[in-house]
């Protein structure tokens, strides 16, 4: 156990739960973790998907057997965020011990421990081309560390806040970012340079990342909503509501036409972009689920939960 996690205590073994009919588009349930499950992230060929927990592991599955493949251990307390590398090769994680780690996704081997970040590491995200992950703290500072090496190459300051989450744009010259201020910021990737600061209307912001044409950003937050603004203008053009509670992570289809979110509220939801309406509310989850992602062919939405479960839902 780690230090933080003997000062705030674990949560009980068993954990007991109440019983909810399940949505008839789940396709298995995924259980393995002892703690609160708070990222989810498909590999580039939907083959297998990492997850972060509370119980301060991270662990590698099998998408058609729903099994898990690899465990790994080392971070001193609850990992907060995961990412896959789009060549498959590595996987990083972040988390409240402050560090990066970068570990080797068929072995499972911690390759680099990256230190720098004063506090708690809230989103890690990998480049397009594998090189670099870049990751966001609540010391309001965003670091990029060579994939290779783990060495830090550089840091990107302005945020004056608490740093929530960022992700890199899909031709990787562009970072977006987010957190306890009423901007969502975007950044170039080469230079650090805050290029466009755009409102987002709330005051706290979970989660940001750029649609598959780079064209619009997903946001959503404290406010309950996932708004989708141009990524060129700031300009919101659509507020998708219905969420009863705050709004934990978002992504967005590989075609750019549908975002999944997840919720406070114990769903998820699929929305269609140019509309905005919700297409389907997935129910079976049965505490707050923290994160959500969609698989490369678009046919399969993970979410991981508070109920230390992960959850496969069909598209339909």
Same mark, same amino acid.
């Given at each position: ?5 003997? #000062?705030?205590? *674990? ?9 909810? #009919?399940?949505?008839?588009?789940? +396709? ?10 708070? /990222?989810? *992230? ?48 590595? @996987?990083?994680?972040? =988390? ?47 670091? !990029? ?5 783990? *060495? ?5 300051? /302005? ?9 890199? =744009? ?8 987010? /957190? ?12 650090? *340079? ?21 064209? @619009? ?10 708004? #989708? ?10 507020? !998708? ?11 967005? $289809? ?39 992602? +969609? ?9 991981? $939960?508070?109920?230390?479960? +992960?959850?496969?839902?069909? +598209?339909?």
């Amino acid at each position: 156990m780690g230090f933080l996690s003997k #000062i705030f205590g *674990k949560k009980e073994v068993e954990l007991k739960l109440p019983k909810i #009919i399940e949505d008839v588009n789940l +396709i298995k349930t995924m259980e393995g973790h002892l703690d609160r499950v708070l /990222g989810v *992230k498909f590999s580039a060929d939907g083959k297998k998907l990492v997850s972060g927990s509370f119980d301060e592991q991270v662990m590698l599955w099998d998408v058609e057997s729903g099994k898990a493949l690899l465990t790994m251990k080392g971070h001193e307390t609850w990992v907060e965020c995961i990412d896959y590398s789009r060549d498959g090769k590595k @996987l990083a994680s972040g =988390s409240t011990d402050s560090t990066v780690r970068i570990w080797d996704a068929e072995t499972g081997k911690c390759l680099h421990v990256c230190k720098g970040h004063d506090t708690a590491v809230r989103m890690v995200a990998f480049s397009p081309d594998s090189k670099t992950v870049a990751s966001c703290s609540r010391d309001t500072t965003i670091r !990029l560390w060579d994939a290779e090496t783990g *060495k830090e190459r550089s840091r990107i300051l /302005g945020h004056k806040s608490y740093i929530e989450s960022l992700a890199y =744009s899909h031709d990787g010259k562009k970072i977006v970012s987010c /957190g306890e201020e009423p901007v969502i910021k975007i950044w170039d990737a080469e230079t650090g *340079k805050n290029i466009a600061n755009l409102k987002t209307g709330d005051n706290l912001s979970h989660a940001v990342l750029f649609s598959p044409d780079d064209k @619009l950003i997903a946001l959503c937050g404290r406010d309950r909503k996932v708004k #989708i603004l141009d990524a060129a203008t700031g300009e919101i053009l659509k507020v !998708l509501e219905g969420h009863e509670d705050a709004v934990r992570s978002v992504c967005f $289809s590989p075609d750019g036409t549908k975002v999944a979110s997840a919720a406070n509220d114990e769903s998820v939801r699929l929305w269609d972009v140019k509309s905005g309406t919700q297409l389907h509310s997935y129910r079976g989850h049965v505490l707050e689920v923290q994160s959500v992602d +969609i698989s490369p062919d678009g046919k399969i939405i993970a979410s991981g $939960s508070d109920d230390r479960k +992960i959850k496969l839902w069909a +598209i339909r």
